[in-house]
Each structure stands twice: as C-alpha cells, then as structure tokens.
C-alpha cells in the first residue's frame, strides 16, 4: 500500500518539484538574488504539489540510484532550459539599455547589483526593471506558468532528453534577440553617432574647444531626450516581445515533444 502510495504521488512529486525549482530559479521573477531561497522552495513546493495533484499518468520508480539521479537532472535542466527562455527575451532591454549606456559614455556609472550577479549599467537596469513590471501588468506570469502546466503534457516526466534542435533554437533566438535590442537602442545610437560627427567637425574647425568635456554632459542629455521621446512606444514594443516570448515557448515545448 505505502509503495502504490509512493509510486502514484510521491516519486512524480519529486520528479515536478525538480523541474518547477529549477524553473523557478532560473525565471527574473524569482531568480533575483534578493528574494530568500526560502520563498522560492516553498512557491516551488506548492505550485508542484497543486500540479501533482492534477497530474494523471503511470511511472516506474528507476531500478538503480544511478538512472534516479539521471531522472531528477532531465528534470531541473528541462526546468532550466524553460526558464533560460523567459530570461533570454526580458535581456532584450538590458542589452538595448547597456548599447545605449555605452555609446553615451554611462558605462563609468554602472555598478555592482547583487539582484543581477554583475556590473549593471543605469539605462539597462531602468529598461529591464520596466520591462518586467510591464510583463507583470499585463499579466504575463499568467501565460508564464499554463505554458509550464502544459509542458508536462508536452514533455512528459519520462520523456526523451533535449536533442540538438533545441540547441540551435536558442543560438538563433540569441541572435535575433541581439538584433532587436540593438533595434530597440538604435534611435539612441544613431543620434550620438551624428552627434560625435558633429563634434569632430567642431574639433577640427575651433581647435581650442575641448571636445571630452563639452561632449560627455552633451551626450548623456541627448539620450535622455531622446528616451523621453521613444518612451511613448516602448510599450508596444514590449508587448511584442512578450508576444514573440509566448510563442517561443510553445515552439519550444512542440519542438521538444
């Protein structure tokens, strides 16, 4: 009776608590350091036991220690793999900011954030920060966590391991998600290429001018005028992306399964 018990919830237990911990771990939402490890085990073990709970199927508990450990690291690095997905396109506008910050001559100003790990620069914080309070506004952790319900349908927890395709689908998603924050920084970039023109023509025509020092407070006052004026249309452009990040998903999950 305790074995049927065992096989029937507890072993697919520990199999969605993996991959939903990893997932979790991975995800902004809760991969910030400043949230306490305690808070996302327990987020972690309620939301697997409510799946467990709902979860129908048959698995056979693995006859070695060895092919147990095998199953439970299928599991957190499906988990991770799902997870890398959402942090890979919210990067896209600390990348944007970063582009922006480096042409402006910010990256001086960045510093460490534990949140992130790193060096972070201001413009890609404030753009990052933004775009994750807007996917939360629009109710995106919503369709975050169904598309994570439904890929233990899609991915069984006995199904094949990741092969090659789902590899090379995250190299070009990296590159496209390159090119469009590079999209998204480039009214910016472009504005401070004509203005280092502008401000080498002035260089060689009045010589005493210091450049550097006219340049610096120059360039970081075009680009918050400019933001101020892209602003506006940064919200559609979010919601694109947060649209492009719902089908990934599920390219991800059809492709796997």
């Known amino acids: 009776m305790a074995e049927a018990f065992f096989l029937e919830f507890w072993w697919p237990f520990m199999l969605i608590f993996a991959r939903i911990a990893a997932f979790v771990a991975a995800i902004p939402l809760f991969g910030w350091r400043g949230i306490p490890i305690v808070v996302r085990v327990l ?3 309620v939301l697997a036991l409510l799946l467990t709970m709902n979860w129908e199927g048959q698995l056979a508990f ?9 199953a439970l690291g299928r599991q957190i690095i499906t988990g991770l793999i799902l997870g890398f997905t959402v942090y890979l ?3 896209t506008f600390l990348m944007a900011g970063q582009f922006m910050d480096h042409k402006a001559g910010l990256m001086m100003a960045g510093s460490f954030d534990p949140l992130f790990g790193g060096q972070v620069t201001i413009m890609g914080q404030f753009f990052y920060f933004m775009a994750v309070v807007l996917y939360l506004t629009v109710n995106g952790h919503h369709i975050l966590f169904l598309s994570l319900r439904e890929s233990f349908y899609l991915i069984p927890l006995d199904g094949a391991f990741a092969g090659g395709d789902i590899i090379w689908h995250y190299v070009r998603t990296f590159g496209f998600v390159f090119l469009l924050s590079f999209q998204i920084a480039a009214p910016v970039v472009i504005v401070l290429w004509m203005l280092d023109l502008a401000l080498g023509f002035l260089s060689r025509t009045v010589p005493q001018i210091h450049v550097f020092i006219v340049g610096l407070p120059l360039k970081v006052a075009l680009v918050l005028l400019v933001f101020m004026f892209i602003l506006p249309m940064l919200g559609r452009v979010m919601r694109d992306v947060f649209d492009l990040l719902a089908r990934d998903m599920i390219l991800v999950l059809r492709s796997w399964s």
């Open 62 to 70: 693995p006859p070695s220690d060895l092919e147990l450990f095998l």
């Open 89 to 91: 396109f919210l990067s």
């Open 43 to 45: 987020f972690s073990f």
